[in-house]
């Protein structure tokens, strides 16, 4: 895979978690670096992205000001800090790469099999 997740966890509401998305093959500095979750039964939605310069999208409204992208290019790695968590938080997390943004994961060149994260109490 070019993309794995991981971090992935139970958490209780308010706390914070840090999801990683490790790269091979690619050189991640060069990719636009989206983050998208999907519970059971629902479509995969699109949460944020940075491109490759590291500007910020956000498409989902209610992860703004909680969520945020970075990437550390020495590790080739990108992560996805998750501040107070809400039970509807819980999904299974997915990294996802292309040259440019996209709130649709299909639209991604390359994405991962996904993390699970709970929020619960």
């Known amino acids: 895979e070019h993309v794995v997740e991981s971090g992935g966890g139970l958490v209780q509401p308010g706390e914070s978690l840090r999801l990683s998305c490790a790269a091979s093959?690619?050189?991640?500095?060069?990719?636009?670096i989206g983050w998208f979750r999907q519970v059971p039964g629902q479509e995969r939605e699109g949460l944020l992205c940075?491109?490759?310069?590291?500007?910020?999208?956000y498409y989902l409204d209610s992860v703004k000001g909680r969520f945020t992208i970075s990437r550390d290019n020495a590790k080739n790695t990108a992560y996805l800090q998750m501040h107070n968590l809400k039970p509807e938080d819980t999904a299974v997390y997915h990294c996802?790469?292309?040259?440019?943004?996209?709130?649709?994961?299909?639209?991604?060149?390359?994405g991962g099999q996904g993390t699970q994260v709970t929020v619960s109490s």
């Open positions: 996802a790469i292309d040259i440019r943004c996209s709130g649709s994961y299909k639209e991604m060149a390359y």
């Open positions: 940075i491109d490759k310069k590291d500007t910020s999208t």
């Open positions: 093959v690619v050189t991640l500095s060069l990719y636009a």
